[in-house]
């Protein structure tokens, strides 16, 4: 499975943005997707995930609940993260992530996803 990620840009604090991974050779509802991020100096955070084949389960770090919101595109295959209310500390790469162990209980965990995509950089000026 390969993923790509998309839709960072540079963008004024209160704006939005709306990220996508797209993933070729599987299809991506049967893998629990999630989005970490990495700021500069730091470790990669999770941020968001949805499960696998209902998509019907979400997990959110505490800082963005209530600003992000993921989602599944069953269409075009993506996953999506969608972002408002941006602040400077949202600061980082994005990386979409998969698993396809789908396990719930792991859901921030880096290690429980064996698909990365390369990352995408979102920069909110102060």
């Known amino acids: 499975v390969q993923l790509q990620a998309s839709g960072g840009g540079l963008v004024q604090t209160g704006g939005s943005l709306r990220l996508s991974c797209a993933a070729s050779g599987r299809a991506l509802s049967r893998l629990l997707v999630g989005w970490f991020r990495q700021a500069p100096g730091k470790e990669r955070e999770f941020v968001a995930a949805v499960n696998r084949n209902s998509g019907s389960s979400f997990s959110y770090t505490d800082s963005v609940k209530g600003r992000f919101t993921i989602s599944r595109d069953y269409a075009k295959n993506t996953v999506n993260l969608q972002m408002n209310s941006l602040k400077p500390e949202d600061t980082a790469v994005y990386y979409c992530?998969?698993?396809?162990?789908?396990?719930?209980?792991?859901?921030?965990?880096?290690?429980?996803?064996?698909?990365w995509g390369q990352g995408t950089l979102v920069t909110v000026s102060s």
């Open positions: 992530a998969a698993s396809s162990s789908g396990i719930w209980s792991s859901v921030g965990l880096p290690r429980a996803y064996n698909y």
